[in-house]
């Protein structure tokens, strides 16, 4: 599936979710945080106050993206991870 050159607004949910699913499974191995990474990355975010329905509003990404990526950061000042 390629992705969608549209805008969210004119994305359903379920395909955002897959695409953004198929985002992370297809990256290198050599790029991808392991698991156990990836899922505190994600229980941290889940505790900020600034996600809004799965974004982050310090940068507006989705943080599941973004906390896929081995070399990624917190983009708060505080880099909580």
């Known amino acids: ?11 359903p ?6 695409n953004i699913r198929e985002y ?6 050599e790029v991808k945080a392991d698991e156990k990474v990836y899922q505190h990355r994600l229980s941290v975010c889940e505790g900020c106050d600034k996600l809004m329905n799965g974004v982050c509003l310090k940068c507006g990404c989705y943080v599941e993206m973004r906390a ?14």
């Open 1 to 11: 599936m390629s992705p969608c050159r549209c805008l969210l607004k004119d994305t």
């Open 13 to 18: 949910e379920k395909e955002l979710l897959q």
């Open 24 to 29: 992370i499974s297809g990256l290198d191995e």
């Open 68 to 81: 896929a990526v081995k070399n990624n950061r917190c983009p708060s000042e505080k880099k909580y991870w």
